[in-house]
């Protein structure tokens, strides 16, 4: 039975510490609760010196019966631990900067001073009943020996001691050298580190195989700077390539990914692992072909492990192979001759730089075969407006159907009051809006807007784009097209 890591989140202490990111006490425990579900051990969910808010967040997510165990980031200091009381949270990350530069100039003290400050700080949350992970700052700059002293002293005082890589300057062999030099004393032992050089997860690992039993990560590798080891590549790398286990519930890791990257408003980049929009994506011919065949010769993680699909995509890197395989799933069927064109188009429209949606497909398939299918939508006319004094909203006119139909309706801007009244056209027809996407393809604010949307009806899930210089424009017609692809 292989070992099992425990995982202390901090996606709401050291992820909300990314620049640019606040959040309120309900978004907090939103995330907490998130987190919680996702089977994370312990919660660092905030720090009590920050402001009002942020102790009301703690009090809110202490209180909310999770299973996890909640910390709150402390500094060495008494008052510090009365504010963690009066915000009834479970325990402490009590951080103490441990290397020279950090005791000798940011705290201005000495080795000895700070050591009986963590000794009187952790004696008094303990007579409390705090759980109390000491945490060195800067752990990694530190020398083995004084990180020894302090483990020493502290022991019988703390439950868990943890070495950070405060800036991201460890490797995975002084990772090694540290923890297999503490490991020897008996305390259990957590890592904590930062990505600034792009290490943060083998310098976790590491740190794993050499005696940590906690690892501290933050959801989509969210934190200061280059951010902090991330949840989602630590958890899967300790179970796929070592073969420990975690509370972790993998298949849920992707939804949570998706609400952290909307509460946070920090997008994931799309070649992030595990998380990020291509890393189960696959359009070249020669991998597609390859799956097909054996999905292990190019899929070493299974999509499902984080609860995501395998994507087929077609752009100008598409093969056959590939483009048979997309064709069968959208059930449509094609003479050789015509099948030839289709896959010339599509190489035409990804040389243009054009990204080639469901909806385009469909239109190239149609102008091949010759067919002119009859549109569900066919839009007449777009009127929008928005303002600082005026609630946005917009008219559309349009065809539904074969019928005149027109509908208003308001929004939180101009495009949200159009998309909004092109629904009520729709009318009884489910037809969601999963994704919106918009990308201005060159600069400028007269620059081409493009608009990807994914829609969901009829019990599919299809993209479909619009373009135009007018981003409310660019928007409806993406909408109309993909509500014509689903409906027609
Ligand atoms: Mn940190």
């Known amino acids: 039975m292989a070992e099992k890591i425990c995982v202390l989140d901090t996606t709401l202490r050291d992820g909300e510490q990314t620049p640019g990111v606040s959040l309120s006490p309900k978004e907090k425990l939103m995330i907490a609760k998130a987190l919680d579900g996702l089977g994370v051990d312990e919660l660092e969910a905030g720090s009590v010196a920050t402001s009002e808010g942020e102790r009301k967040a703690m009090r809110l997510i202490a209180n909310e019966g999770l299973d996890a165990k909640v910390l709150s980031f402390a500094r060495v200091m008494r008052k510090e631990i009365d504010t963690c009381l009066e915000c009834d949270v479970d325990g402490l990350f009590l951080v103490a900067p441990t290397s020279e530069d950090h005791i000798k100039f940011k705290l201005k003290t000495t080795p000895d001073k700070l050591v009986g400050s963590v000794l009187d700080v952790a004696d008094y949350a303990k007579s409390h009943g705090l759980f109390i992970d000491l945490c060195c700052e800067d752990g990694s700059r530190t020398k083995l020996d004084f990180l020894r002293e302090l483990l020493e002293a502290a022991k019988a005082k703390i439950d868990r001691f943890t070495v950070a890589d405060t800036v991201g300057a460890a490797t995975p062999e002084s990772m090694t050298g540290i923890f297999a030099g503490l490991s020897d004393l008996g305390v259990p032992l957590g890592v904590h580190c930062h990505d600034d050089l792009g290490l943060a997860v083998a310098n976790t690992l590491a740190a794993v195989k050499a005696g940590a039993g906690t690892v501290d990560v933050t959801v989509n590798g969210l934190g200061e700077r280059a951010g902090n080891a991330p949840l989602e590549e630590v958890v899967s790398a300790l179970g796929v390539l070592y073969g420990y286990g975690t509370n972790i519930k993998p298949e849920h890791i992707y939804k949570v990914s998706r609400q952290v990257e909307e509460l946070t408003g920090v997008a994931v980049q799309a070649n992030k692992a595990l998380v990020g929009k291509n890393a189960f994506t696959h359009e070249s011919g020669i991998h597609v072909d ?5 999905p292990e010769t190019y899929e070493f993680v299974k999509p499902s492990l984080v609860g995501r699909k395998r ?91 074969g019928k005149p139909a027109k509908a208003t309706a308001t929004g939180d801007g101009p495009v949200d009051a159009a998309i909004n009244a092109l629904e009520k056209i729709v009318g009884d ?23 990807t949307v994914k829609l969901k009806g009829r019990g599919r899930v299809i993209t479909a784009s619009g373009s135009h210089t007018d981003i409310i424009m660019a928007s409806v017609m993406a909408m109309v097209n993909g509500i014509n692809y689903l409906l027609g």
Do not use: C, W
């Open 290 to 294: 390859g799956i097909l065949k054996r």
């Open 311 to 401: 994507v087929f995509r077609f752009g100008k890197h598409v093969g056959s192979k590939g483009l048979k395989v997309i064709l069968k799933r959208v059930k449509i069927n094609v003479s050789e001759e015509q099948f030839k064109q289709v896959l010339r188009e599509i190489k035409a429209l990804g040389d243009k730089g054009k990204v080639v949606t469901d909806a385009d497909l469909r239109a190239i398939i149609e102008q091949i075969k010759g067919e002119k299918k009859k549109r569900f939508i066919e839009l007449g006319e777009l009127m929008a407006i928005s303002g600082n004094k005026i609630i946005p909203e917009a008219t559309v006119s349009a065809k539904v159907a």
């Open 429 to 451: 027809v489910n037809v969601s809006l999963e994704e919106y996407h918009v990308d201005a393809i060159t600069g400028g604010s007269d620059a081409t807007v493009n608009v």
